[in-house]
């Protein structure tokens, strides 16, 4: 089975401009989480989803921050506008239950200039 | 709220040495635990896991057990490789939410 998939794998912009990252999570996982990895904070919980429907977004850091999951198949996170201290590696993961390990994809390493 | 706690890295350690690496956890019902391993580039792969007390998690030769009453669940593998030179996260999952909560990782070199 095809794993978790995101895309870019790379993503280089600059401050102000609109950044969306892509994920398609294992078919038949019914959890989406999206996180954010720094050196700083670690590994951060920003959002996750059941079913598509947003169940927990308290970890978007601010207003900037959007992810949306229109089917089961895709997920995008979305950042307008982008500011230098957004530069981090953001992983996508996804599980079958809400009790199953979560399985990553290789993230997406973002860099604001 | 629910944390995880590892011990600070770098471990430096040569080829076939015993490693361990500590993990404690302060939870408020009965998480689920696991190891995940982080290679250069990658994304975090499960390595085991430990659903309630006393169980012990697999694989690869690491192992781990979930000890309630330390609130542990220590990573521990008999001899390692060069190629087991990684990023080790302990983490916890909330029964009730399934958040995951990270530790801060444990970054492991192994020298030949």
């Known amino acids: 089975d095809a794993g978790v998939i995101q895309s870019p794998r790379h993503e280089v912009t600059e401050m102000g401009q609109e950044v969306t990252l892509r994920c398609k999570p294992i078919?038949?996982?019914?959890?989406l989480f999206w996180y954010r990895q720094t050196m700083m904070r670690g590994l951060e919980l920003l959002i996750y989803?059941?079913?598509?429907?947003?169940?927990?977004d308290s970890g978007m850091p601010e207003d900037r921050f959007s992810a949306k999951m229109p089917n089961a198949s895709f997920s995008t996170l979305k950042i307008q506008p982008s500011e230098p201290r957004d530069s981090a590696v953001y992983f996508c993961?996804?599980?079958?239950?809400?009790?199953?390990?979560?399985?990553f994809g290789d993230g997406t390493r973002l860099s604001i200039l | 709220g629910d944390s995880v706690t590892q011990m600070e890295g770098p471990v430096t350690l040569s080829e076939e040495a015993f490693l361990t690496i500590n993990c404690t956890y302060t939870a408020t019902g009965y998480p689920s635990l696991f190891w995940y391993v982080q290679y250069p580039g990658e994304g975090l792969q499960l390595l085991l896991k430990a659903t309630k007390a006393d169980d012990k998690g697999s694989n690869k030769g690491f192992e781990a057990t979930y000890r309630k009453e330390t609130t542990s669940f220590h990573l521990e593998k008999g001899s390692v490789q060069v190629s087991d030179s990684a990023v080790y996260f302990c983490a916890l999952s909330d029964p009730r939410t399934y958040k995951y909560i990270f530790g801060t990782g444990t970054r492991l070199k192994v020298l030949a």
């Open positions: 989803f059941n079913n598509n429907v947003p169940i927990d």
């Open positions: 993961a996804s599980s079958r239950e809400g009790n199953q390990p979560q399985h």
């Open positions: 078919s038949g996982h019914d959890y």
